[in-house]
């Protein structure tokens, strides 16, 4: 799998099919392969003549661990997305994050409108102005000698992914105390691009893909029936409404 190096830190990507580039930034203790390959995001987005770039960030699949959280800012995070494109030569892309990859291309959106055609936000909804999604009890579970010694709910959950993906758990336990960072709503509504947000209708998570809308001007929601945090993301909905949404792009 190929690699770069950015002020450091080995981030591994993929770079696969023809067309106009399209960038995919994964959730918090996922990777490129979880997120993406597994439910068949590349070749879906493929068949629909799209370039599909998708990276590890940080502290995850196999891209560099690091452990502390210092090194997991939302804008460093994003400036590890501009690197890639900029040692692509892309530059300007569609832009399409889950959960935390969400809240990093939220942080493109915003900050570096010039480089995104359009933003999906997938798996974050109001969440990204009030809650923040997983807190200090998932990372405790995350440190925790075994799933067994974990009774939080969610951090079971997380801890029960993270173990399943074979996952670095004090690098993701770093990466969720530094990536916290909340939008507010003035920072929110700056987003120009066009935007479109999706979420599970059961989705305990994210909070709300409505409310959201409604502080960024222009934007779109797809609700994703029936389906939670974890079982959306390679949902036909979900998929079929990225690609519709993609199509209408000038």
Known sequence: MPSFDHGGVTIAYLDDGEGDPIVLVH??????????????WLSELKRAGRRVVALDNRGHGESSKLYDPAD????????DVIALMDHLAIDRADI???????????TLARRHPERVRAAILG??????????GPGETVALALEAPSLDDVSDPVGRTFRAFADQTRSDRKALAACLRGSRTLMSEDEVAQIAVPVLIAVGTVDDVAGSAHQLSGMIPGSEVLDIPRRDHMRAVGDRVFKEGVVDFLGRRP
Not at 27 to 40: E, I, M, Q, R
Not at 96 to 106: C, E, F, K, N, V
């Open 123 to 132: 798996g974050i909804g109001s969440g990204l102005v009030v809650g923040g």
């Open 27 to 40: 959730g918090f203790a996922s990777n490129k392969n979880v997120n993406w390959v597994y439910p068949s």
């Open 96 to 106: 399409m994050g889950y959960s935390l990859g969400g809240r990093i291309t939220a």
């Open 72 to 79: 997991y800012g939302l804008t460093t995070m994003a400036g």
